[in-house]
């Protein structure tokens, strides 16, 4: 063998087997983008804009729940304070019952 041989090939055979490497991997690349890539980008496009109004909504959920948790912490105070009111109603009843009952 001479020095114009590599693993038994000549420089050009060599040459061609790589470029025939190179063609193979280029259209199986440019199918796999085609095939698999394209189609998944339509998709991915789909769900990316329902993640994003999802992600819209649980914000403004975000923002509106202070202002109802505000309103419902109001709404309990004044239904304690009401409660309150009633029990110490019917306890001046209750007692008011007892003092006839008792004469």
């Keep these: 063998m001479g020095p ?3 693993f ?9 087997i790589m470029g025939v490497l190179v063609i193979l ?3 199986f690349v440019w199918l796999t983008h ?3 890539t394209k189609p998944m980008e339509v998709a991915n496009r789909g769900l990316q804009r329902a993640i994003d109004h ?3 909504q ?3 959920l975000g923002s509106n729940a202070a202002l109802i948790h505000k309103d419902l912490y109001h709404r309990i105070r004044s239904n304690d304070i009401d409660i309150a009111r009633h029990d110490e109603e019917l306890k001046t009843l209750f007692n008011k ?5 008792s004469e």
Excluded: D, N, Q, R
Aim: charged share 15%; glycine share 6%; no cysteine.
């Design 58 to 60: 649980v914000e403004s």
């Design 25 to 27: 991997v280029t259209f």
């Design 8 to 16: 038994g090939l000549t420089w050009p055979e060599l040459s061609a």
């Design 54 to 56: 999802l992600s819209k």
């Design 97 to 101: 019952h007892h003092k006839k009952g």
């Design 4 to 6: 114009h041989y590599f």
């Design 34 to 36: 085609v095939v698999i």
